[in-house]
Nanobody, 116 residues
Framework: QVQLVESGGGLVQPGGSLRLSCAAS????????MKWYRQAPGKEREFVAG????????NYAESVKGRFTISRDNAKNTVYLQMSSLKPEDTAVYYC?????????WGQGTQVTVSS
């Protein structure tokens, strides 16, 4: 079955950086685009970044453009989210997303907390 496992979250000070990883299995990773979403307490889940199957095309939410970079390593079946210049409003649970079966598949999420 499709499995997505996020890692790399943690506590970081404002202005700091983190790199999230999402290890995928159960489908042909290199055939599918991947996305990152996040959900802050009391808010709806929102799109953060997306990347095409071979990494040629990326897109970002306006709120993270210029600060976050999505990338992928198809040899490792892993998608990454490099986050820099982090702000307290980036605090959320970050989720990896794919649709290899025609519906959304999600990981368990990884908590990112930006606080001094």
């Amino acid at each position: 079955q499709v499995q997505l496992v996020e890692s790399g979250g943690g506590l970081v000070q404002p202005g700091g950086s983190l790199r999230l990883s999402c290890a995928a299995s159960g489908f042909t990773f290199s055939n599918y685009g991947m996305k990152w979403y996040r959900q802050a307490p009391g808010k709806e889940r929102e799109f953060v970044a997306g990347i095409s199957s071979i990494g040629a095309i990326t897109n970002y939410a306006e709120s993270v453009k210029g600060r976050f970079t999505i990338s992928r390593d198809n040899a490792k079946n892993t998608v990454y989210l490099q986050m820099s210049s982090l702000k307290p409003e980036d605090t959320a649970v970050y989720y990896c997303n794919a649709r290899p079966r025609g519906y959304d598949s999600w990981g368990q999420g990884t908590q990112v907390t930006v606080s001094s």
